[in-house]
């Protein structure tokens, strides 16, 4: 039975839910400067018999539409008297920034996905990094975050996870097989203020997705990730069923901090002369930035060897916008 309430708390506790049950419940984060308080829905779907929790997160920044939609899909479908366990899913994260349609909160102009663990009385954005990481993260056994990179930039269907000799890397590994993605990327790093990073800190594996861009909903990739998402329940023993497997095209590694990559010197119209996924050497080109004439204002080389994994997808460039990133493939 499915229940909807708007009542606020500030503690979460699953284990107050009865079970075989469905709770779609409002988390009150704070009251804004117009009075207006700002709320997090949370669902969450109670197995009939103990086991481990599933959690997702959906909508880190405001331009991400398919993990939301991913979410409320999973919980519609998934029976909690079928289950042992719990799926926890937070469907939109950064509420203030997706009504403004931004990656970042148009209150406090801070990134959601940079700010972890947050803090109890600091700025919006770090009041939801402290309830997720304390009230919610804080329940699983495998956290998914459901991303995808902002309008401007373009990347290939992905799932990251933690890649080491550690049993956490191993975990995040064997559940990233476990989701279904063509692109696996493992990052032997990964940096602070992440997701990833709070759930790794506290010995719970995590896992991200990527997908191409755009300002708007891709179904396809969404359906995707509900996939996934009732995939990792699969693999955590909470439903049961064979996992929808697909075989990876790609195995690519490396750090994947998009906040540290190759920009332009100079704005224009970028024009790419490479693809996502391409397989490039240190030195070849990944494309130009021409004025409006056509002039050559910048050129843009790999810096290394491998496979790019990002690239811009829109031509308007200013000064340091992110243009490309390239990554090592999986040798393993």
């Known amino acids: 039975m499915s229940q909807i309430t708007s009542e606020h708390f500030r503690e979460f506790d699953p284990s107050s839910i009865p079970a075989g049950s469905k709770l779609s419940q409002y ?3 704070a009251t804004l400067a117009n009075g207006d308080p700002l709320r997090l829905a949370v669902l969450v779907a109670k197995g009939t018999q103990p086991g481990k929790t599933l959690v997702a997160l959906g909508g880190v920044h405001g331009d991400e539409y398919e993990g939301p939609h991913a979410i409320r899909e999973a919980f519609k479908h998934i029976d909690p008297s079928q289950m042992q366990g719990d799926f926890i899913g937070v469907p939109q994260c950064n509420v203030p920034a997706f009504l403004a349609g931004t990656r970042t909160s148009p209150i406090d102009g801070l990134n959601l996905a940079r700010v972890f663990p947050g803090t109890l009385d600091g700025t919006v954005t ?12 804080s329940h699983a056994d495998l956290l998914v975050d459901l991303q995808r990179p902002g309008p401007n930039m373009n990347m290939p269907s992905l799932i990251g996870y933690h890649e080491g000799e550690s049993v956490l890397a191993k975990q995040s590994r064997e559940a990233a097989f476990a989701f279904g993605m063509p692109v696996l990327w493992g990052h032997p790093n990964v940096s602070k203020g992440r997701t990833l990073s709070f759930a790794y800190e506290n010995r719970i594996p995590g896992l991200y997705t990527e997908s191409p861009g755009g300002n708007w909903l891709h179904l396809d990739e969404s359906t995707r990730y509900t996939r996934g998402v009732l995939n990792l329940m699969r693999h955590l023993n909470i439903i049961d069923g064979e996992i929808e497997k697909e ?13 540290i990559v190759p920009t332009t010197s100079a704005g224009g119209y970028f024009i790419p002369k490479v693809k996502v996924l391409d397989r490039v050497n240190k030195g070849d080109l990944i494309g130009r930035v021409v004025g409006l004439a056509g002039e050559t204002h910048d050129t843009i080389y790999s810096d290394s060897d491998g496979v790019v994994i990002m690239i811009r997808a829109t031509p308007s460039v200013v000064p340091g916008d992110t243009v490309f990133l390239v990554t090592k493939e999986y040798q393993g």
């Open 27 to 29: 988390y009150h984060i």
């Open 126 to 137: 770090e009041r939801i990094a402290y309830y997720l990481g304390k009230h919610v993260i």
């Open 247 to 259: 075989n990876p095209t790609h195995h690519l590694i490396g750090d994947g901090n998009v906040d």
